[in-house]
């Protein structure tokens, strides 16, 4: 098998967040999928075949962390429709077909992608009793964001506490399916991003994402009934870093970043 590594959400090599992509003409079986993922040992690793012609999706996508199979990854997805584009593999927009339903990503003049996919559904919950704790910072306030995402959103004072933030990552497994995203509003939008955000999911053997493009899609809307717009750029503060630029048109969530492969193997096994 061919496989790739993919710097995603990242116009340069060793930032953004990596994924691992295997083009296949067929699944094998999930153990041999997740063992795969798990000596790949990046966040996710996408594993994709293409589907016979004239039907709703072009290829059919999964995404395996180390630990397990989600529901709905951005970064991977990116990588992945990076990939079919520089291989020649796939002209123009692809259609993933998902657990979350069909995707689309479509290549752009500048080289970025934009992923469609569909907006976190977002619902307000009293924070859990401990998380300020486990997560060493008080919630302004607390959101669900539903099954695609699995994760509890939660609001901080400012770009300072959430760029701070060392949690304890086993406490933090308790209070949602995948884990926490954290944000706040930018310090300074001159600097080119209008929200800052960390998540971290130890519930799928991740301790912290360096880019999550799944976590945008409930940022998205939660930062455009704050802030105003539809079209606002995210900055991922993880070591890596990463950017998002989200467009927020109604139950969709346009994504956008670059990606970049570092390495193109063969795996022997």
Known sequence: MRIRIVDAFTDRAFAGNPAGVLLLDSFPDDDRLQKIALEVNHAETAFAHRLPGGGEADWALRWFTPAAEVAMCGHATLATAHVLHTTGAHEGAVRFATRSGVLVATPREDGSITLDFPTAPLTAVEAPAG?????????????DTGPNVGDLLVELADEKTVRALSPDLRALGAYSQRGIIATARAADPAQGYDFVSRCFFPNVGIDEDPVTGSAHTALAPFWSQRLGGTILTGLQASPRSGRVRTELRGDRTLLSGHAVTVIDGELLA
Do not use: C, K, Q
């Open 131 to 143: 998380v300020a704790e486990a997560l060493g910072a008080e919630p302004r306030s607390t959101f």
